[in-house]
């Protein structure tokens, strides 16, 4: 019979200020533990658990896990705050983010910060379980449908500061004439705002670059 692939315990934190997820995730990881086909066979040792950010950042310090499950919107502390502590007191600390948030700002912010891998909380579990090998291995992974939101929510990117602004009171129910106004400019050049606005984020009526906008996160906080 051929030998066993011997396994390793990979520490882990879990930071979720909801309890059915962090139970959740614990019976994840049990479920990968008992999977002999997996690529990378460990198991899973739960060292810590926090329910806000300050905790997160505790158990990160007193642990330094190998592996750290992060809720980016938990009380106390936001989830690039704890990524960056993540990096300065256990840079070998593989992050997961799991989250519900659709931001393409917040998502791209997170990825910036230093996340190893986000999936959605929407995912199918067996998403994770499948890529969990690799994260462990050094890859770095994001959800397709995340991939997709921030990919779309850089589109606003390349829209001009005028561009945005003349965006944001269409969204808002201005008239060509009410927008020239308060930009104290034209309303031909407002017009022109408006196409430009509409060539860039590929759209041919004011009800789809509403949309847009809306489904991109590309309207400014009033």
């Known amino acids: 019979m051929p ?60 642990h330094r896990p190998a ?12 989830g690039a705050e704890i990524i960056h502590d993540v990096r300065r007191w256990s840079p070998d600390t ?3 983010i ?19 891998a986000i999936f959605s909380k929407l995912s199918p579990a067996r998403d994770m379980l499948a890529k969990l090998p690799l994260i462990l291995l050094g890859e770095r992974y994001v959800a397709p449908e995340l991939t997709d939101i921030i990919r ?26 009410e927008i020239a106004l308060e930009l104290n400019i034209s309303p031909k050049t407002v017009e022109k705002h408006r196409g430009s606005v509409m060539l860039k984020l590929e759209v041919h009526s004011v009800a789809q670059l509403m949309a847009r906008a809306l489904k991109d996160g590309l309207i400014d906080a009033m």
């Open 3 to 62: 030998s066993e692939v011997p396994r390793k315990t990979t520490t882990v934190v879990i930071a979720d200020d909801h309890s059915i997820i962090r139970d959740a995730i614990h019976d994840l990881l049990s479920m990968a533990t008992v999977n002999e086909a997996a690529a990378s066979p460990s198991n899973f040792e739960i060292v810590g658990t926090a329910e806000n950010g300050l905790e997160a950042i505790a158990a990160i310090k007193g």
């Open 67 to 78: 592996l750290l499950f992060l809720d980016i919107s938990m009380p106390l502390a936001g």
């Open 94 to 96: 593989r992050i997961i």
């Open 98 to 116: 799991f989250t519900g948030v659709t931001s393409p700002s917040v998502l791209a912010g997170i990825l910036e910060a230093g996340a190893d």
């Open 152 to 177: 779309k929510g850089q589109r606003g990117e390349i829209l001009t500061g005028r561009e945005r602004q003349v965006l944001n009171m269409i969204v808002m129910g201005k008239s060509n004439k």
